[in-house]
């Protein structure tokens, strides 16, 4: 027994692939503008140097840049061999597509014509 589709996704089937690009584009637009306003809040947090806040509805804590630890992997596999980072590395599948969405540029008629 297959399972019903969204009604959501079952829209998108009727939908042209240059309609959903452009809703696509549209949605990743919006989506940088709140990133964009989350970020100043955050700046503005920090020039009141909050660590720790709580307003009706959620909380919030922000912890300042640090250092982070990582490994080389090309002095790991200079001092103990190709072998021994082949052993301790993990390859791990994607589990879904990519979507990167760019603005299109508008070209001048005159150009779209020569």
Known sequence: MTIPLDPAIKRLHAT????????????KAAEADINEQIEAIKLELVRRGVTEESGDLFRATLTPPGER????????????GPQFVAKYTKTTMGTSHTLR??????????????
């Open 69 to 80: 630890t990582t490994f080389d992997k090309a002095a790991l596999e200079a001092d103990c």
């Open 16 to 27: 042209s692939s240059g309609a959903l690009v452009d809703k696509a584009g549209s949605l």
């Open 101 to 114: 969405v760019f603005s299109r540029k508008r070209r001048a008629k005159a150009s779209i014509a020569a």
